[in-house]
């Protein structure tokens, strides 16, 4: 009895604890696709960004409190570095997320309220992820603090990011795969007949090529067959063509043997 009791109180206890660690998406009811977008960020999830502008500091946590204390939620917040005066920006209890083909925004609302401007509103931090393939995360820096209107104002931030890319399915077409297949056999084919030609027929030089006299002949067969079909001229010129080199090699031994015979 205790020890289920103590389970329960365990689990909502840890249940209260994730939900204060985490991105907590706003409105009554979750969109399984800002759900789903929110799970591409996990391998973001607790990492910390710094980035200073003029005499601000901000820091960022993704779906994690920059404060170590939790009840604070603060995903996001500007220190102004000579007073150390701390304003919440965004908070992770109040996230929007949506992406776009190589993109994903991340939005902390219920920040702090503004003193005077934009009709002292929370503030809002909007964080503009955009795909690197190069980087898990990177180049964390604001853009743009806008608070020049009467509501709806925000600070942007950028940063680079892998997991903003789009899915990329690796997908080998039933042709490539024969090709490798087909790669791989011929490989095995020259390795294993080299390997049979020398250590077991003990062949020497080119002879160690398997079957090197089958492809011989089969490339002459194909130069053969090359010949017939590529050449446009008739047989007949190629032939006197060639009529001409052998005329001149053979020749040249006839004319050394009448050199030869005077003597
Ligand atoms: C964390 O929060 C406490 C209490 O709100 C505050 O005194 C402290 O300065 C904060 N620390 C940082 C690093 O923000
Ligand atoms: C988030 O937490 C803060 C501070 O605890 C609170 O003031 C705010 O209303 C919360 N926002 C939402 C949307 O729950
Ligand atoms: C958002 O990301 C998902 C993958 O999680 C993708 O299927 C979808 O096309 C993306 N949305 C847009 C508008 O590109």
């Not at 017939?228 to 032939?239: I, L």
């Given at each position: 009895m205790y020890v289920r009791l103590l389970c329960v109180c365990l689990a909502v206890v840890s249940a209260i604890a994730a939900d204060a660690d985490?991105?907590?998406?706003?409105?009554?009811?979750?969109?399984a696709s800002e759900r789903a977008v929110l799970e591409r960020l996990a391998p973001l999830k607790n990492?910390?960004?710094?980035?200073?502008?003029?005499?601000y500091t901000y820091k960022f946590v993704v779906c994690g409190g920059v404060n170590g204390s939790k009840s604070t939620y603060d995903g996001l917040i500007q220190?102004?570095?000579?007073?150390?005066?701390?304003?919440?920006?965004?908070?992770?209890?109040?996230?929007?997320?949506?992406?776009?083909?190589?993109?994903?925004?991340?939005?902390?609302?219920?920040?702090?309220?503004?003193?005077?401007?934009?009709?002292?509103?929370p503030r809002k931090a909007m964080i503009m992820i955009s795909c690197n393939k190069k980087t898990l995360a990177s180049d964390f820096m604001i853009v743009h603090e806008e608070r020049d209107?009467?509501?709806?104002?925000?600070?942007?931030?950028?940063?680079d990011s892998s997991v903003a890319c789009p899915v990329e399915e690796s997908h080998?077409?039933?042709?490539?795969?024969?090709?490798?297949v087909f790669a791989v056999l011929v490989g095995i084919y020259i390795i294993g007949g080299f390997l049979y030609q020398r250590f077991v027929v003990g062949a020497k030089g080119m002879e160690q090529f398997p079957n090197i006299t089958m492809w011989k002949e089969l490339g002459n067969l194909v130069a053969d067959g090359c010949d017939?079909?590529?050449?446009?001229?008739?047989?007949?010129?190629?032939?006197a063509y060639r009529g001409v080199g052998d005329d001149q090699l053979g020749e040249e031994p006839e004319e050394r043997d009448d050199h030869l015979l005077p003597m």
């Open positions: 985490n991105c907590k998406l706003n409105g009554d009811q979750e969109s990492m910390r960004f710094e980035t200073t502008h003029e005499e220190n102004k570095t000579a007073k150390s005066e701390i304003t919440v920006v965004g908070r992770i209890n109040d996230t929007t997320v949506f992406n776009g083909t190589d993109w994903i925004m991340l939005i902390y609302g219920s920040g702090e309220q503004y003193d005077s401007h934009c009709g002292k509103e209107k009467s509501k709806e104002c925000f600070y942007l931030f950028e940063m080998l077409s039933v042709g490539s795969i024969l090709l490798i017939f079909v590529c050449r446009s001229q008739p047989r007949s010129s190629e032939t």
